[in-house]
């Protein structure tokens, strides 16, 4: 199956830094993709779906200056957490529907990053 | 009001049992396709099963089936022959068609764990 790569895994930063994360479809190339984010033992939420070319499209509530979406090519999508603070420590998760092929049954995910803001 | 809706926040069962792991639905797309996904502790979501509205029959993934009751709006997972590395999050899932949103809405998930 298409796979979809997250960078870091897992990142560490100091409250107000700005952290990036990255979301690169390895195998097919994806027109959107999805950025969620999960707390500890709670579900995942859809913060943004990101376009290629276009502006990402921010669910309710979530703050578009302070998660940055950066749709760059067909295979990579940034998440930029700017001025990170406590409160955003979470799971971010990204994931891709392969595009090209239409209608696929199957969304691919890829493996998360956990972030941590001291 | 929930898309999505997962009753059973844990679920235990013996090695080697069935079990079910319940979710309802609710929408008014005519199409629509139903998810579920396992979670383990590292935090991948792992593709288990997938349903769409229009499929006649129920799916069937190995030893994961989705009874779909389309007039129930429910879509459980039954997972049979349950072994110790089924013990995870479970997460059902929607993705409606007609609204042109290719996104997910998740249920708040069950925990399984399965007993030796």
């Known amino acids: 199956g298409a796979v979809v790569s997250q960078h870091p895994s897992r990142v560490i930063c100091k409250s107000g830094t700005s952290v990036k994360i990255e979301c690169r479809s390895l195998d097919f190339q994806a027109t959107t993709m999805f950025w969620y984010r999960q707390f500890p033992k709670k579900s995942l939420m859809l913060m943004a779906t990101?376009?290629?070319?276009?502006?990402?499209?921010?669910e309710q509530g979530v703050e578009k200056d302070k998660f940055l979406i950066n749709h760059a090519s067909l295979t990579l999508s940034t998440l930029t957490v700017t001025s990170a603070h406590p409160e955003d420590s979470s799971f971010y998760i990204c994931?891709?529907?392969?595009?090209?092929?239409?209608?696929?049954?199957?969304?691919?995910f890829g493996p998360g990053t956990r972030l941590t803001v001291l | 009001a929930q898309k999505i809706t997962q009753t059973q926040p844990g679920m235990f069962v013996q090695e080697k049992e069935a079990v079910t792991l319940d979710c309802t639905y609710d929408t008014s797309d005519p199409s629509y396709g139903l998810f579920w996904y396992k979670q383990p502790s590292s935090g991948e979501m792992i593709f288990l099963i997938y349903q769409g509205s229009y499929d006649q029959q129920n799916a069937t993934e190995g030893r994961y089936s989705l009874n779909f009751q389309k007039a129930r709006k429910s879509a459980n997972l039954v997972i049979s022959a349950s072994q110790l590395g089924d013990s995870a999050m479970y997460f059902c899932?929607?993705?409606?068609?007609?609204?042109?949103?290719?996104?997910?809405?998740f249920g708040s998930g069950t925990r399984l764990q399965v007993q030796p």
């Open positions: 990101s376009n290629e070319g276009s502006k990402a499209t921010y």
């Open positions: 994931s891709a529907p392969d595009g090209l092929a239409g209608g696929v049954s199957e969304q691919f």
């Open positions: 899932a929607m993705r409606e068609e007609d609204m042109g949103r290719r996104a997910l809405t």
